[in-house]
C-alpha cells in the first residue's frame, strides 16, 4: 500500500472514497466533514439530522456517488465525544474504516490529519496514528489459504491531506516502520509450528541480518553445552529439533557498550512436556515464542530508523515436547549463571529458558535488560488481554516502558515484586524450584526471572493475555496482535534521544 502527503483540499481529491470524521454530539459536521458537507449540498448534515449518523466510536457511514466530489464515495467515521478523543481511538478509527471500506472494493482512499489539534494531540502523532491503523488494521494471514480471495483488490492507495508536507511525510515513514515490524512479528507469530521450529527462527534471524545489516549470531546445541546452559538444554532435550540460542544486534552508537539488551522467550510450541497440556486449545501454544519474535521485529524497526544506541536481541528457542528423553517432573538442572533448578512443572519452562537468556544477557554488562515472554497463564487471569503485565526490579526504568506503551496504544500494568513472594520457589533440595504454587503465578514466574538478574536495571514483560486475540477491533484483528514490538522501539527511540 502506497501512503503519501498531499497538500491542498480533501474535496477536490480523486479516490476511490474519502475519508471525514463526526463527533458524537457535535451539533453540526466540522473541518474536512464541513467541506464535504458543502459540496454535497448538505448530504452529512442530513443523515445525522436523521440520525443515521451518531458519530459513536468506530461507526463508518458510507455515501455513495457525492454531488460535485470528484471522489466515487465519502466515509464518514465516527470518533466518539470530542472530549475523550485521543492517539489510540484515531488509530482504530482508522484501521475499521479501511477494513470496511476494503470489504466495499474500494481500492484508493484519501483523508485529512484526523484528529490533529484537538485535545493536543500533535499533527505528526495524528499522521503516524493513521498510517499505524491503516496498516495494521488491514493485515491478514493468509499464507495458507489456496483459494483465491473474492474480491476487487486491495487497498493500495492512502493518501493523508495536509501540511506541512514534509512534517506528515515524516510522521508517514515513522508509521510505517513501526507498523510493519508489528506485522513481521504477527507473521512470526501466526505460523504454525510445523514452520516455526527454532531453525525456522534462527533462519529468519539471518535473513533479517541480511537484510537490514544487523550482527548475527546464532549458538549451536555444542555452544549451549559448553556455556552451560542447562535451562535452554532442558527443555529442548525431549524434542527432536534442535535449539538454537539467537544473539541479533543492532549498532547505532559509535561505543562497545550495549545500551539495551531484549530477551524474548522463543517457545517454537509449548506442549507441556510430561506435564502435559490439557488439548483444548493446545494449538494457541504455537505462538509462545512471541516474545522472541518481537525483539527481533524491534530491531527491524531500529535498523530503518537508525537511532545511535546499541541493542541486542537475545532468543533462546526450543519446542518443548514429552518424550522419552524429556524433562521430567522432578529432575534438577544447572542454568549458565550456575544456579541448580528443581523443575517440579515441565509447562512451567519458559523460566528456565529464560534464566539462560537473563543469565546470558548479564554478560554483556547492558545497562538495562527487557526480556518478553508469553510466562504466565495466571497474568493473563489478572489482567485479562487489555494490559500486557510488567515486573521489575527498577522504577525509573518501569516507569520509561509503561510511558512508552501508553503513547502507542500497548497497555501496560505493574505488578509487585516484593521479596516475601520468592519464599514460594525454595526448594529443599536444589537453589530454587520453578514453581510457586497456586496463587500470584504470575509474580513469583517474575521472582524467579529476578534470581538470574541481580541489580542490573531489567523489566519482565509477561503477554501471555496480550500476544494474540480472538476478537477483530481497532487496529487488531483475529491472531497475533504484535505486542510489544511499538512500546520497545517507541522507549528505545525516547532512550537515545537522551
Ligand atoms: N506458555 C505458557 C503460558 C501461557 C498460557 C501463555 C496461556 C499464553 C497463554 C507457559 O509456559 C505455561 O505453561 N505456564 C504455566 C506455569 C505453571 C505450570 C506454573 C501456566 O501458566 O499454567
Ligand atoms: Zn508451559
Ligand atoms: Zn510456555
Known amino acids: 500500500m502506497e501512503i503519501k502527503a498531499v497538500t491542498g483540499d480533501l474535496t477536490v481529491i480523486k479516490a476511490g472514497a474519502v475519508i471525514v470524521n463526526y463527533f458524537e454530539g457535535a451539533k453540526r459536521p466540522e473541518g474536512d466533514a464541513a467541506a464535504v458537507d458543502k459540496a454535497t449540498d448538505g448530504a452529512i448534515s442530513r443523515l445525522i439530522k436523521q440520525g443515521d449518523i451518531k458519530g459513536k466510536l468506530n461507526e463508518v457511514t458510507l455515501l455513495h456517488s457525492p454531488g460535485k466530489l470528484p471522489a466515487s464515495r465519502v466515509a464518514v467515521v465516527g470518533l466518539g465525544k470530542k472530549k475523550e478523543l485521543n492517539i489510540n481511538k484515531v488509530r482504530s478509527a482508522i484501521a475499521e474504516t479501511c477494513r470496511y471500506l476494503r470489504g466495499k472494493s474500494v481500492t484508493s482512499l484519501a483523508t485529512g490529519v484526523q484528529g490533529a489539534g484537538i485535545n493536543g494531540i500533535k499533527i505528526e502523532d495524528a499522521a503516524q496514528a493513521l498510517t499505524e491503523g491503516a496498516i495494521l488494521g488491514l493485515y491478514k494471514f493468509r499464507r495458507y489459504i489456496t483459494k483465491k480471495e473474492n474480491n476487487n483488490g486491495e487497498i493500495n492507495e492512502f493518501t493523508i491531506v495536509g501540511q506541512p508536507k514534509a512534517t506528515l511525510s515524516k510522521a508517514i515513514t515513522r508509521g510505517r516502520i513501526l507498523a510493519e515490524a508489528a506485522d513481521w512479528a504477527r507473521d512470526m507469530v501466526n505460523e504454525p509450528g510445523n514452520n516455526m521450529t527454532p531453525t525456522h527462527m534462527a533462519e529468519a534471524a539471518r535473513q533479517l541480518a541480511k537484510e537490514y545489516e544487523l550482527k548475527i549470531e546464532v549458538l549451536d546445541k555444542a555452544r549451549m553445552v559448553k556455556l552451560g546452559m542447562g535451562g535452554l538444554l532442558g527443555v529442548s532435550q525431549g524434542s527432536q529439533q534442535p535449539p538454537k540460542f539467537i544473539i541479533l544486534s543492532y549498532k547505532g552508537s559509535n561505543s562497545d557498550k550495549v545500551d539495551v539488551a531484549l530477551v524474548g522467550k522463543g517457545i517454537t ?43 541486542t536481541a537475545l532468543v533462546p528457542a526450543t519446542e518443548n515436547l514429552p518424550s522419552g528423553t524429556a524433562l521430567k517432573p522432578g529432575d534438577i538442572i544447572k542454568a549458565m549463571n550456575g544456579k541448580t533448578i528443581e523443575v517440579l512443572n515441565t509447562d512451567a519452562e519458559g523460566r528456565l529458558i529464560l534464566a539462560d537468556g537473563l543469565s ?13 515472554a508469553t510466562l504466565t497463564g495466571a497474568c493473563m487471569v489478572a489482567l485479562g488481554n487489555i494490559c500486557t503485565g510488567a515486573f521489575s526490579n527498577n522504577q525509573e526504568l518501569t516507569d520509561k516502558v509503561i510511558a512508552a506503551g501508553n503513547e502507542v496504544g500497548e497497555y501496560i500494568w505493574q505488578l509487585p515484586m516484593y521479596d516475601e513472594y520468592k519464599e514460594q520457589l525454595k526448594s529443599d533440595i536444589a537453589d530454587i524450584k520453578n514453581i510457586g504454587g497456586r496463587y500470584g503465578g504470575a509474580i513469583t514466574a517474575a521472582k524467579f526471572l529476578a534470581e538470574f538478574i541481580n541489580d542490573t536495571p531489567w523489566v519482565h514483560l509477561d503477554i501471555a493475555g496480550t500476544y494474540d486475540t480472538d476478537k477483530e477491533k481497532g487496529y487488531q484483528v483475529k491472531g497475533a496482535t504484535g505486542v510489544p514490538v511499538r512500546t520497545l522501539v517507541n522507549l528505545i527511540l525516547s532512550m537515545a534521544k537522551k
Not at 493446545?282 to 544506541?309: H, N, Q, W, Y
Not at 546470558?360 to 518478553?372: E, F, G, H, Q, T
Request: hydrophobic share 45%; proline share 4%.
Open 269 to 311: 510450541f509449548d506442549s507441556g512436556g510430561i506435564s502435559i497440556k490439557p488439548s483444548e486449545r493446545m494449538s494457541e501454544m504455537k505462538g509462545d515464542m512471541a516474545g522472541g519474535a518481537s525483539v527481533m521485529a524491534t530491531l527491524i524497526a531500529l535498523a530503518r530508523i537508525k537511532p545511535k544506541i546499541n541493542v
Open 360 to 372: 546470558y544477557a548479564k554478560k554483556l554488562n547492558a545497562r538495562a535488560i527487557i526480556d518478553v
